[in-house]
């Protein structure tokens, strides 16, 4: 019977370690996030900063991945403070209410032939929605590369400003529902 109980702790133990290997976490020091927000008259680009992340990664799929992105660190390209001070207020993504977003990873495609679909949902003020976005992996000697160009319908979590969905006669101010997310995320082990 203490050989029986003795195994089933190990076997327990061992398939523990087994399956916490497959747990990859973001380098938030060389992933980035690049945004483009487009309106009528031009655009505006800026980075924001991935706070902390990881992703379960098996038989070449996404199995689930939680990511933090510190809105607090959004900034836009040519250092326009009045725009950046913009993007922080209750306008568009009320930093000093919701501090961070999160994206949660529920699953993707086989990335057998380097590229897939990701599902999972995006949290923005508080706001949650379903998200699918296709991704390429690289394997490289510092970990697993993936690139990604995911568009977020901004109104979809209360951030209407400027939308021409909403409002009326705001002929050359409209700014377009939609911004982009340029990603390259790094996950080792």
């Given amino acids: 019977m203490k050989n029986l109980f003795l195994f089933i702790v190990l076997f327990g133990f061992t398939v523990g370690i087994t399956n916490g290997q497959n747990k990859m976490a973001a380098d938030t020091s060389k992933t980035t996030l690049a945004w483009l927000g487009e309106k009528v008259t031009g655009q505006h680009t800026g980075t924001i900063k991935l706070q902390s992340g990881w992703l379960d990664w098996q038989d070449n799929k996404i199995v ?36 961070t977003a999160k994206l949660i990873l529920t699953g993707s495609e086989s990335f057998e032939k380097g590229t897939a679909v990701v599902k999972g949902t995006l949290t923005i ?27 977020v319908d901004r109104t979809k979590y209360n951030i209407k400003y400027g939308s021409g969905s909403f409002f009326d006669n705001l002929g050359d101010k409209v700014i377009y529902d939609e911004f982009k997310l340029k990603v390259a995320l790094l996950v080792k082990k």
């Fill in 64 to 99: 689930s991945g939680e990511f933090i992105i510190d809105m607090a660190s959004i900034n836009e390209s040519a250092r326009n403070a009045m725009l950046e001070k913009h993007l922080k207020s209750d306008d568009f993504f009320s930093v000093s209410k919701f501090p």
């Fill in 125 to 151: 003020k508080g706001i949650t929605n379903p998200i699918e976005f296709k991704s390429n992996v690289q394997k490289k000697d510092d970990g697993l590369w993936f690139y990604s160009n995911i568009t």
